[in-house]
């Protein structure tokens, strides 16, 4: 059984920073992606950043030039560095792991999302 826990989310002032962490734990033999998605209230799912296991890196255009994606592949963990946050990036932040399975089939694996409030 794969376990995603996830941490650092919290209350933050407009224009500062959060790291948020997750690491990934169980059964685990290889991996194709990391990443965070995000559901604000009222909102859409929407994905935040990825990163393969090669280290291809995606962005949400939102995001792009204040969040940054990393991973430390030795402990499953993917991390996303948060700077110049706004009132808009206010959402459930939720851990997302990509398991190669067979052929071009993937297993998704989700953490239990983490709060981040970006107050104005």
């Given at each position: 059984q794969v376990q995603l826990v996830e941490s650092g989310g919290g209350l933050v002032q407009a224009g500062g920073s959060l790291r948020l962490s997750c690491a990934a734990s169980?059964?685990?033999f290889s991996i194709d992606s990391m990443g965070w998605y995000r559901?604000?209230?009222g909102k859409?799912?929407?994905?935040v950043a990825s990163i393969t296991s090669g280290g291809s890196t995606n962005y949400a255009d939102s995001v792009k030039g204040r969040f940054t994606i990393s991973t430390y592949n030795a402990k499953n963990t993917v991390y996303l560095q948060m700077n110049s946050l706004k009132p808009e990036d206010t959402a459930v932040y939720?851990?997302?792991l990509k398991v190669p399975v067979g052929g071009s089939t993937l297993d998704n694996y989700w953490g239990q999302g983490t709060q981040v409030t970006v107050s104005s």
């Open positions: 169980g059964s685990i559901q604000a209230p859409q799912h929407e994905l939720y851990c997302n």
